[in-house]
């Protein structure tokens, strides 16, 4: 019926159902399937979509891009409060808001390698995990609270480490890693998560400035005095050498 790079959709008659129209979307190898989209509206999450009011020409399936390790989890939704959901065993979790819709759909993909590793945030390492976050439309423009579990995601680090620990969002468009974007974010250290607000989903890493690069720059600035110091007297040998030579011949003083 139709087909592109994330898949294609076929049709067919459902004889249970009074020979109704059947549309069945098909993800490509590398997607999955996410849900049926107006355009703008989640309309099911279901890959089978039965004669569609007003045509097949109205609706599209959304594939996501997926690999072995995404979690991709059709989440309900309440109107009144907000929802918890956990990803990855609990590796991440998200908090949504309150919402008028029934369901929304959300994927989470883990990586060990984040991208743009010769484009680091100056003096950050990163920590070997990142996440680019999916989530259906009717979720659009939501701010959602992501919390990152340090231990579940195998991150390690000292507790001077953890105080410059930070989220950072990959600018697919500038190739940088940047976290302006961010609404806000810290490290709860009781609970030992990462925690941010975010206003849009996109491709996420984690950095950090790591204590053998922080004692080098400490080493650096101790060892500069002495060279400070001694540059300074110097100046100061050099300067008082200069006014005796002009007061005598040989830089000797003269007695009056």
Sequence with gaps: FTEDTSGSVRNGIDPENGDD????ADAAPGFGFAYWSDGSTLISTQPELWSPQGGIGLYQPVNWPATDLTDKKIVPLAKDTTTTVPFLGGEVRMVL???ADPVAVIAVTPFRDPVGLD????GMTAVPRSYWFQRSENL???RIRVEIDLALAGIDLSDAEKESLALYHWDEETLVWEKLSIASQGVDYDAGILWAELD???TF?????AEDIARTGEHTQQMAWPFVLLSAGLAVFLMIRRRLGRTGDGGQVTAG
């Design 21 to 24: 129209l059947i549309y069945i």
């Design 200 to 202: 849009h989903f996109s």
């Design 140 to 142: 659009a423009g939501q």
């Design 97 to 99: 808001p309150a919402h």
């Design 205 to 209: 890493g984690l950095f950090y400035a």
């Design 119 to 122: 484009q680091l945030p100056a």
